[in-house]
């Protein structure tokens, strides 16, 4: 890499060790959960958390990323990146304290949230320093080797996960942050510049709070559908109703806000509008599919936390694998037709799930669950690169926080519609076998199959813990269908508003020589930017910053 002229390359190279060793934390906050559900859901083993309490400990960290994150880059550019990063590392390392010692699920859910705010506080300042420290063709390099901490956090995750189940208590997933939070820490305390933008954007308060409040309401309603097995009460559509008029209200006001943290006036842009409502669906069925995956693996078939583990790691793989392959295809092809045919493959793989039983060899699960991470890591990277890339230049960081927040969104809405279609199902397929159970018991076996296994062995009832499991497989299959619809109209609509013709990338040095764009903000990303032919630029203003101690920050 190509030194910085203002930081030597060997305080570069610790600053990227810091910023990857925080990615990959993250992205083992978002795996190992998963492998722990059956875990949290066992009475003896875990806190006998229901579908609702788990479904909301997904995702409370996920509304709490979702709706803060374009927040956190504000703050960010007020009162420097390092600052926000270190209050979002002290955070996110107190709260997996709270995670690992919560004595029922209730606190699990606020120490989940809490680990949340967080990440959400990281994200984006861990992006904007990478791009304030590094320049250049150093700058494309520094992001291609940050971005494989994606791949490793997802593939150590559940490795990771099931080691320590096997061997220490389910608070052990959440402790083994602390030491990695604190080291990343002192690394930043010690190494990385008070970076802060000289322009800052201003505070968007009400945004904010309306989004949260409209996207808790909406998933609140959703899980609790399942909980109550009805559709019709008040306290399952009021909350739905609720959520989708306040995230309306969210939208005009953001309208009408000059410099909006979520701006959606960029949806009118057919690309960039289908773009994110595609990646929005197929969020949604990851997000659905891997919760009913959980429960498959460890519940259904009875595989160890570390088995379990293994078995995921074929999806990590194929994403990893994927996203490199997706880049070139696409510089060959065009995009539609790279990402319209995969998005269509992984929702046939959402939708296999449908065949899947107690019986099923494992060597067709992970070949299932190979096509699915190679066909998911075909469509999120070409997609989110061309949906920056068709935006101008002054809107890429707009462009990244929508993207992400609908990303976000979409987890959060598939968590709570995939677990409660299941809940349902399950509810109504376990029905019949409850007849000689009475009192609580019947209660606590109607709740789910993880529940209902633990009163067979109370009980000396294997006839209901085989019962407890087919109803588990026909939810599973149930919900299956209708989370690879969802995928499936997804790609209908990259389908309809993706360019068909071939795409080709141009660098912003590039279009700098040409005199049509000034050097980009140190906050945008500067690697290679995909657009479809004939795209032309607008023009950008050069945008310097400084930073504290001494340091001056590099200007892009």
Avoid at 84 to 91: H, K, R
Avoid at 140 to 153: H, K, N, P, Q, R
Avoid at 521 to 527: E, G, H, I, L, Q
Wanted: hydrophobic share 50%; glycine share 12%.
């Amino acid at each position: 890499m190509a030194a910085s002229p203002t930081l030597p390359k060997s305080r570069q190279q610790l600053i990227l060790v810091i910023l990857m060793l925080c990615s990959v934390l993250i992205w083992l906050e978002n795996t190992v959960l998963s492998t722990a559900l059956e875990t949290l859901a066992d009475p003896v083993r875990g806190l006998g958390a229901d579908p609702g309490q788990l479904q909301w400990a997904t995702g409370a960290y996920t509304l709490a990323f979702a709706t803060l994150m374009f927040t956190a880059g504000t703050l960010g550019d007020r009162f420097g990146h390092r600052t926000v990063f270190s209050g979002g590392l002290v955070i996110f390392a107190g709260s997996s304290v709270w995670a690992a010692y919560s004595s029922d699920a209730g606190q699990l859910i606020a120490a989940r949230a809490a680990m949340g705010v967080g990440s959400a506080l990281m994200t984006p300042a861990m992006m904007a320093i990478l791009m304030w420290t590094f320049s250049g063709p150093a700058r494309t390099a520094a992001i291609g080797v940050f971005s494989t901490s994606a791949g490793v956090g997802m593939a150590a995750g559940p490795v990771l996960a099931g080691f320590l189940l096997d061997r220490f208590w389910w608070g052990s997933v959440f402790l083994v942050n602390v030491p990695v939070a604190v080291l990343t820490l002192i690394g930043l305390l010690v190494l990385v510049p008070n970076f802060r933008s000289p322009v800052p954007r201003p505070l968007d308060p009400a945004g904010m709070l309306l989004s949260m409040s409209g996207l808790v309401a909406l998933a609140y309603g959703l899980i609790r559908a399942g909980q109550v097995a009805a559709w019709s009460r008040t306290d399952v559509w009021a909350p739905i109703v609720a959520g989708l008029v306040l995230l309306a209200v969210f939208v005009l006001v953001e309208l009408r806000v000059r410099a909006p943290g979520f701006d959606p006036r960029l949806f009118a842009q057919r690309a960039f509008g289908g773009g994110n409502v595609a990646l929005g669906l197929l969020l949604f069925g990851v997000a659905a599919i891997s919760f009913c995956n959980a429960f498959y693996l460890q519940g259904a078939l009875g595989f160890s936390p570390m088995k379990a583990g293994l078995a995921n790691i074929p999806t990590a793989f194929g994403a990893l694998v994927a996203a490199p392959l997706a880049s070139r295809l696409v510089r060959r092809l065009s995009i539609r037709l790279v990402t319209v045919p995969a998005l269509t493959v992984a929702a046939l793989t959402m939708g296999a799930y449908g065949f899947l039983g107690l019986h099923t060899p494992l060597v067709q699960i992970e070949i299932l669950l190979l096509a699915q991470g190679l066909s998911i890591g075909m469509v999120i990277g070409p997609v989110t690169a061309a949906l920056i890339g068709s935006l101008p230049l002054e809107q890429a960081g707009a462009g990244a926080a929508v993207t992400n927040t609908v990303r976000q969104t979409g987890s959060v809405i598939g968590i709570a519609v995939g677990g409660t279609i299941m809940s349902i199902v399950y509810r109504r397929a376990i029905e019949p076998s409850l007849e000689g159970v009475t009192g609580p018991a019947r209660d606590q076996a109607r709740v789910s199959a993880e529940q209902a296994r633990h009163v067979a062995t109370t009980m000396h009832q294997p006839a209901l813990a085989q019962a407890a499991d087919n109803a588990f497989i026909h939810a599973m299959n149930v919900g299956a269908g209708w989370i690879a619809a969802v995928a499936l109209l997804g790609a209908a609509v990259l389908l309809i508003t993706l360019p068909a013709s071939k795409v080709r990338t141009r660098t912003r040095r590039t279009a700098a020589r040409r005199g049509r764009v000034g050097p980009p903000r140190p906050d945008a990303p500067a690697r290679p930017v995909t657009v479809p032919q004939g795209f032309v630029p607008a023009r950008r203003p050069v945008v310097s910053g400084g930073c504290e101690d001494g340091d001056t920050g590099t200007t892009g």
